[in-house]
T-cell receptor, first 114, second 112 residues
Framework: EAGVTQFPSHSVIEKGQTVTLRCDPISGHDNLYWYRRVMGKEIKFLLHFVKESKQDESGMPNNRFLAERTGGTYSTLKVQPAELEDSGVYFC????????????FGPGTRLTVT | DAKTTQPTSMDCAEGRAANLPCNHS???????VYWYRQIHSQGPQYIIHGLKNNETNEMASLIITEDRKSSTLILPHATLRDTAVYYCIVRDPNSGNTPLVFGKGTRLSVIA
């Protein structure tokens, strides 16, 4: 069984540009989470999808971030325009049910904004 | 904010047991204790979880005190590949949509 995959593994962009991160959860997992770790900080929750619906987006930092999960399969996280403080590692995780004990994480996308 | 307190770092000799403590004095009755770890350049990985009883799986053992205010993760025979940051997290899995709240974790270094 394939795990959670993320693309790209690393992205370097200039301030003001747009970047789109992609996450493919484990097949059949209705729940998809985005987290990120910015430099020197803890891993922080961004948002949670149940199928194609946003269940909780309380962690989204501002309106420069837009997440979608059309069709309830893969998800994208777009940052537009990117700022220097957006640099960090963005993780995606999935779980089968809301009360699942385990969230399966992808390897992350390292975003560097210069 | 994280509801757990862990030591910043620990060392362990290869082949020895690694005992990682965690304080969660404000844990509520419905919250479980979860442990995840993050090996360098990888995503966090689930290790084990428990409510009140001690638990064991192929990776580790989890010892929870009777008052549930603290717990210890035990890696019985640490290897170099166990070098990672270990996170203790409390969460109620039945509350629907609570995400994982990561603290700073404990950086475990396994030394040959």
């Amino acid at each position: 069984e394939a795990g959670v995959t993320q693309f790209p593994s690393h992205s370097v962009i200039e301030k003001g540009q747009t970047v789109t991160l992609r996450c493919d959860p484990i097949s059949g997992h209705d729940n998809l989470y985005w987290y990120r770790r910015v430099m020197g900080k803890e891993i922080k929750f961004l948002l949670h999808f149940v199928k194609e619906s946003k269940q909780d987006e309380s962690g989204m930092p501002n309106n420069r971030f837009l997440a979608e999960r059309t069709g309830g399969t893969y998800s994208t996280l777009k940052v537009q325009p990117a700022e220097l403080e957006d640099s960090g590692v963005y993780f995606c995780a999935s779980s089968q049910n809301l009360d699942s004990y385990e969230q399966y994480f992808g390897p992350g996308t390292r975003l560097t904004v210069t | 904010d994280a509801k757990t307190t862990q030591p910043t770092s620990m060392d362990c000799a290869e082949g020895r047991a690694a005992n990682l403590p965690c304080n969660h004095s404000t844990i509520s009755g419905n919250e479980y204790v979860y442990w995840y770890r993050q090996i360098h350049s990888q995503g966090p990985q689930y290790i084990i979880h428990g409510l009140k009883n001690n638990e064991t799986n192929e990776m580790a053992s989890l010892i929870i005190t009777e008052d549930r205010k603290s717990s210890t993760l035990i890696l019985p025979h640490a290897t170099l590949r166990d070098t990672a940051v270990y996170y203790c997290i409390v969460r109620d899995p039945n509350s629907g949509n609570t995400p994982l709240v990561f603290g700073k974790g404990t950086r475990l270094s396994v030394i040959a």
